[in-house]
């Protein structure tokens, strides 16, 4: 997947905060809060994969 969301924050409740918002607007976490050697945090998250609901006639 090419698309990505990043989260950057001066803290790991920030970043955790952040990083609750893109998984409520149906995103799917990928690197989960870290700190960086500058002392920021950060995390990514990518789209949720799309759920394919089967036509009846596939059934």
Same mark, same amino acid.
């Given at each position: 997947m090419a698309?990505?969301?990043s989260v950057q924050a001066d803290t790991e409740d920030?970043? %955790?905060?952040?990083l609750a918002k893109l998984v409520?607007?149906?995103? %799917?976490?990928? !690197? !989960?809060?870290r700190l960086l050697t500058d002392n920021r945090w950060m995390a990514r998250a990518v789209p949720?994969?799309? %759920?394919? %609901?089967p036509e009846p006639a596939d059934r």
């Open positions: 698309i990505r969301a920030e970043c %955790v905060e952040g409520d607007a149906g995103f %799917v976490p990928i !690197m !989960m809060p949720a994969p799309a %759920v394919r %609901v």
